[in-house]
């Protein structure tokens, strides 16, 4: 750690709530980790914040019974929302027509090329105004899934505006 944040926490558990102890508005210190909730944390163990990823993907799409379910994560970027993706369909979609698809929508930029490590990420596409795409791929137990990373600024666009129109042009295509 030493190298990096030129101190030694972390070699040791607790170190990093030793050295930082000031959490701001956090119950954990935000540097040098990841919070397992954003929002307000609900009785049923929800935080607001994933229950308004949960209803307002369905608001959008217009399907209320839409199975939806987000683990929200405070880590420490300057901004953007990232999202991790498990969408299954009525019909088995490939990959390379899911990357089609994605490549020529409007307001999305897929950047999905592993082999090179090429994929977006936050610090790569903040202050930017597409919806960014990348590691497309099969679910690897259900053949009717695709799995993949999304992100992008969400002081330009809102994140669950961002993955209800993915997630719409991907069943508009697998499901004629």
């Not at 607001?48 to 959008?60: A, D, F, G, Q």
């Not at 994605?102 to 930029?109: Q, R, S, T, Y």
């Amino acid at each position: 750690m030493k190298a990096v944040a030129n101190t030694d926490a972390g070699d040791v558990a607790g170190d990093v709530r030793k050295h930082i102890t000031d959490f701001g508005p956090f119950p954990a210190p935000l540097a040098f980790n990841v919070i397992p909730w954003a929002g307000s944390l609900k009785a049923d163990g929800y935080s607001s914040e994933e229950l308004k990823v949960r209803n307002e993907s369905r608001k959008i799409l217009g399907l209320p019974n839409l199975k939806v379910s987000a683990t929200c994560v405070r880590v420490p970027v300057i901004t953007t929302h990232s999202l991790t993706v498990h969408a299954t369909f009525a019909q088995e979609p490939s990959r390379k027509e899911a990357q089609d698809i994605l490549e020529n929508a409007a307001g999305v930029k897929l950047v999905d090329d592993p082999e090179n490590h090429k994929f977006p990420t936050p610090a790569d596409v903040v202050g930017t105004d597409p919806t960014w795409v990348g590691r497309v791929r099969k679910s690897i137990d259900d053949p009717m899934s695709l799995d993949m990373f999304v992100c992008g600024d969400n002081l330009r666009k809102g994140a669950a505006l961002n993955t209800a129109q993915i997630a719409e042009l991907l069943a508009a295509e697998f499901t004629k």
